[in-house]
């Protein structure tokens, strides 16, 4: 579990600490965690590829595999940036279930005027990996960063109501999350991010989304710990039996001012979002998307940016899937 402490920082205020404890190996043995099923969509759609060149920088599994798979979606890890290089989630819109961040433990559901309100900010290691192998809390505490989740948090929330909640604590995982601005995911990301799950709980569609950040060398470096400061997102569903793709970026290249001892954070730029083809985020990536890259709507055209009202159009695409 999370506790906090008072830590003293270099201006004499006190930020709270947070210690993460790890799930143990057996955790996710009961119930066992199926993670992203490549055929949900009917056709085959598999978790993205590294080069070889940074195959070697996975991390591993004691068994010597490189997946983590949790309830409905899976992980796979950068050794050297102790971030995930994706999180990859199955979304069943025909049994999604809207769960608080409380909502979280199969055995004793959440009841009204019951619930612990501390239980929303409970975050894990995973403990098939080293815990020395994913990023800790010291980033988060007295910065201007959230907890961010890659998979975002009812995504994997579907199925039976015990498998939803398993899958709603799941994605409280220190591999699902990277530091993320206050003001990174709201906006027409975060309208992008409920109008694919609108769309599949009003129309009882399925979708794959992939997310990760750009882990580029280039990244600034706070409390040891290289920023990405950028993040994609690709979104696979079929509409008339056809795989169809859509990819996105978020960038927030100036996302770092001058930082003191303290490591306060500048003040952030606004987040630039786009919607761009799938072929960008490779070249920043060096991920092979597969099936996805050649089903990709905006291949061979420009980018352009994420507003409300593209929003609204991609959502009455999702519509028309549904009818095809």
Partial sequence: MVTSEALQASTGSAVARTTIASHPVEWYAQPARPGYQPSFLGTAVPLPVLPQTLAADVTLLADGSRELRYMHYSVVMSASRRFAYFSAANIDGASLLSLSRTDRDPDHPETSGVAEPR???????DGRIPAASQVGAGIYD????????????????????????????DTFHMTNCTPQAHALNTGTWEQLENA????????????????????????????????????????????????????????????IGKIGQEARLAELDKAEQWHVPI???????????????????????????????????LAARFATAANA
């Avoid at 239980?119 to 290691?125: E, P, Q, R």
């Avoid at 129309?203 to 990244?219: E, M, N, Q, Y």
């Avoid at 994609?232 to 859509?246: E, R, S």
């Fill in 279 to 313: 072929s960008d985020i490779v070249r920043l990536t060096a991920l092979d998307f597969g099936p996805l890259h050649d089903a990709d709507v905006k291949a061979g055209a420009a980018g352009e940016e994420l507003t409300a009202d593209l929003v609204d159009q």
């Fill in 142 to 169: 007295g910065t201007d960063f959230d907890f961010g989740h890659l998979t975002r948090r009812l995504d994997p929330v579907w199925g039976d109501p015990s498998s939803a909640r398993v899958a709603n604590d």
């Fill in 119 to 125: 239980a929303a900010d409970v975050w894990w290691f």
């Fill in 196 to 255: 694919v799950l609108d769309a599949a709980r009003d129309h009882k569609l399925k979708f794959v989304v992939i997310t990760g950040p750009v882990l580029d060398p280039r990244d600034p470096v706070i409390r040891d710990v290289q920023i990405p400061t950028a993040y994609w997102k690709v979104i696979g569903y079929v509409d008339g039996g056809a795989l169809v793709a859509l990819g996105f970026l978020q960038w927030q290249t100036d996302l």
